[in-house]
C-alpha cells in the first residue's frame, strides 16, 4: 500500500517546505506566548518523531496555501498581473483583443466585453485541451511555492516580534544559559521579513507569466484547432 505513494515535487516544494517554515512560527509563537521563561533546547529527536514533524508540516503547507489563496490572491486579480494599461510589461492591447476575437469565433458567443479573469480560463482551458499547456505547470508549481513562501515566512516575521517583545529569551547549550538579546532576534525578524517580500516578488512574477502563456499559447493554436477540440468535446458529451 505505501508502494501506491506518490510524493510530487510539488508535495515537497508546495507543501513540505512552506509548512515547516510555518510549523516553526507556530513554534516560536507557542513558546512567546506560553513558556517564555524556558530556555531553547536542542535536542536529539527519534526517527519517528522527525516523521511525526514531517506529517505535521506536510499538513501546515496545505493550510499555508489556504491562507495564501485568502490573503494574497485577491488583492491582485488577473487583470493586475498582465491586462494592466499602466504596467509597461503587461500584454499589449492588440494581442487581448485578438484573444477576445478568436475566443469570440470559437465559441460562437460576443465576448467583447469579457472580464480579463474569464478570458484568461478561456484561452487556459483551450490551450490545456489542445494538450498545448508549454511550461504551464512549472510555473503553477513555482507559484504555489512562492505564495506558500511569503506566508509563512511573513508568520514567522510576526512571530518572532512576539518573541522579541516578551522577555526572557534564552537558549541553554549543554550546561550554559545564554540569554539572546534583542539584536539576534532582530537579525532574524529582517531576515524573515525579506524573505517574505522576496518570495512574494518571485510568485508575482510566475503567476504573470502563467497568465501570459496562457494568451499567447491560445493565440498560437494553428488554424482552428482550438476551436475543433471544442466542437469535437460537445459532439462527445
Known amino acids: 500500500m505505501l508502494r501506491d505513494i506518490k510524493v ?4 515537497i516544494f508546495g507543501y513540505l517546505l512552506p509548512g515547516a517554515v510555518f510549523l516553526a512560527a507556530i513554534a516560536v509563537l507557542f513558546w512567546a506566548i506560553y513558556i517564555p ?6 535536542v536529539q529527536l527519534t526517527i519517528e518523531t522527525w516523521v511525526l514533524i514531517l506529517l505535521l508540516a506536510y499538513f501546515s503547507g496545505h493550510i499555508v496555501q489556504a491562507l495564501g489563496n485568502l490573503l494574497i490572491e485577491p488583492f491582485f486579480s488577473i ?18 483583443q485578438s484573444a477576445k476575437s478568436k475566443a469570440s469565433a470559437m465559441l ?8 480579463p479573469e474569464w478570458l484568461y480560463r478561456i484561452c487556459d482551458e ?11 505547470e512549472v510555473y503553477q508549481y513555482r507559484e504555489g511555492f512562492y505564495r506558500g513562501l511569503t506566508v509563512s515566512f511573513l508568520m514567522l516575521f510576526l512571530s518572532l516580534v512576539v ?35 522576496l518570495a512574494f ?3 508575482r512574477r510566475f503567476a504573470r507569466y502563467r497568465v501570459i502563456q496562457a494568451i499567447i499559447g491560445f493565440l498560437a ?17
Not at 521563561?37 to 536542542?42: H, I, K, R
Not at 460562437?108 to 472580464?115: E, M
Open 163 to 197: 518573541r522579541t517583545a516578551v522577555p526572557g529569551t534564552s537558549l541553554k547549550l549543554s550546561d550554559t544559559l545564554q540569554a539572546i538579546n534583542g539584536l539576534v532576534l532582530l537579525f532574524f525578524i529582517l531576515i524573515s521579513l525579506a524573505g517574505s517580500l
Open 79 to 96: 487583470k493586475s498581473l498582465a491586462f494592466s494599461k499602466s504596467r509597461a510589461d503587461s500584454l499589449p492591447d492588440a494581442l487581448v
Open 8 to 11: 510530487t515535487l510539488y508535495d
Open 221 to 237: 493554436l494553428q488554424g482552428s484547432k482550438g476551436s475543433k477540440n471544442f466542437q469535437d468535446g460537445k459532439e462527445e458529451a
Open 126 to 136: 483551450t490551450v490545456v485541451q489542445c494538450g498545448a499547456i508549454g511550461d504551464r
Open 37 to 42: 521563561q524556558t530556555p531553547l533546547v536542542f
Open 201 to 203: 516578488l518571485r510568485y
Open 108 to 115: 460562437g458567443v460576443d465576448l467583447k466585453d469579457i472580464s
